[in-house]
């Protein structure tokens, strides 16, 4: 079956730094575009950043300059650093996976079970 994992979530003061992992196994998705997305509490999911197949790498306005997506695709792991954390970053982020370049949730059919990130200011 397959399953993305996600790990590194975690508490951090404002300013600080976390390095998410995202760990497929069941099937390779080195084929798959990947990404991240986040939930706040009584917030949609939003997308975050993603990476396709080819290496071209996308992000939200919000995030754009401060963190960065990866991909090894021998190890089948997606990275996401994030630096220069803020309080509105707190979320639960998950990893996922899509056959398609979008950043609309319901075109991803692969999803990990979330990792939370708390900034506190």
């Known amino acids: 079956q397959a399953q993305l994992v996600e790990s590194g979530g975690g508490l951090v003061q404002a300013g600080g730094s976390l390095r998410l992992s995202c760990a497929a196994s069941?099937?390779?998705?080195?084929?798959?575009?990947m990404g991240w997305f986040r939930q706040a509490p009584g917030k949609e999911r939003e997308f975050v950043t993603r990476?396709?197949?080819?290496?071209?790498?996308y992000y939200a306005d919000s995030v754009k300059g401060r963190f960065t997506i990866s991909r090894d695709n021998a190890k089948d792991t997606v990275y996401l650093q994030m630096n220069s954390l803020k309080p509105e970053d707190t979320a639960v982020y998950y990893c996922?996976?899509?056959?398609?370049?979008?950043?609309?949730?319901?075109?991803?059919?692969?999803w990990g079970q979330g990792t939370q990130v708390t900034v506190s200011s």
């Open positions: 996922a996976a899509s056959p398609h370049n979008s950043a609309f949730p319901p075109d991803w059919n692969y």
């Open positions: 069941g099937r390779t998705f080195s084929h798959d575009t």
């Open positions: 990476i396709t197949t080819g290496g071209t790498t």
